[in-house]
Structure formats: C-alpha cells, structure tokens
C-alpha cells in the first residue's frame, strides 16, 4: 500500500492549486483520508480530513478558503486550495488512518505519502 501525492507548485498570492493523493493497492476501504501541512521550522499541522461517509473537518485557518473531497472508487483525496497566501507555504503531506486491503484482509494503519511542496509568492 502507497500513498502518492501530486499537485504542488509556485503560485502567487491569491492563485489556487489542487492536490491530490493516490493509495495503490488491492484496496477496498479507507476510513479517513486528510491532509497535514508542514513549514520549516514548524510542527506538521492538520490541514482537513475527511471520512469515508464524507464528512469532513476543516482547521481554522482552512476554512472557507480550502476544500478537500475524496472519490473512493479511486481511492483518492483531493484538496483544493483557493485564496492562498504566502503562510500556506509548506510541504503538504496525506495521510490515511486506516486501509483496508482484500483478498486477504488486511489493515494498514497511518499511512503517509511523501510529501508535496507548496509554494505562495507575495
């Protein structure tokens, strides 16, 4: 099981993006899918989650401004990011709580992907 991250960049201030995180595998289920971020010399912080019904839950500084959205048939999660300021700058990383592999259950549990930069100029 892999989680691949995709979709960072240089932008300006104001511009948008839209990441997006791949698992791979002979996956059947993946109870919530979120997204951290990380700036230099900061610890990684919760960016938004969602869970497998849709449910989502969004940090303060995310909220009305990023949105994140999962497609389970390609057990993929995506967030868009819109209004971005130069404090968005991090590395953003996704994270699956827990991943449900057939034919042989089995379960992995907090899976990272690596890792994608996100650059805000001003």
């Known amino acids: 099981v892999q989680l691949q991250a995709s979709g960072g960049g240089l932008v300006q201030s104001g511009g948008s993006l839209r990441l997006s995180c791949a698992a791979t595998g002979n996956i059947f289920s993946i109870n919530v899918m979120a997204w951290y971020r990380q700036a230099p010399g900061k610890q990684r912080e919760l960016v938004a989650a969602?869970?497998?019904?849709?449910?989502?839950n969004y940090a303060e500084f995310a909220k009305g401004r990023f949105t994140i959205s999962r497609d389970n048939a390609k057990s993929t999660v995506y967030l868009q990011m819109n209004s971005l300021k130069p404090e968005d700058t991090a590395v953003y990383y996704c994270?699956?709580?827990?991943?449900?592999?057939?034919?042989?259950?089995?379960?992995?549990?907090?899976?990272w992907g690596q890792g994608t930069q996100v650059t805000v100029s001003s």
């Open positions: 994270n699956a709580d827990r991943i449900g592999t057939a034919p042989k259950l089995k379960y992995y549990y907090d899976q």
């Open positions: 969602i869970a497998e019904g849709g449910s989502t």
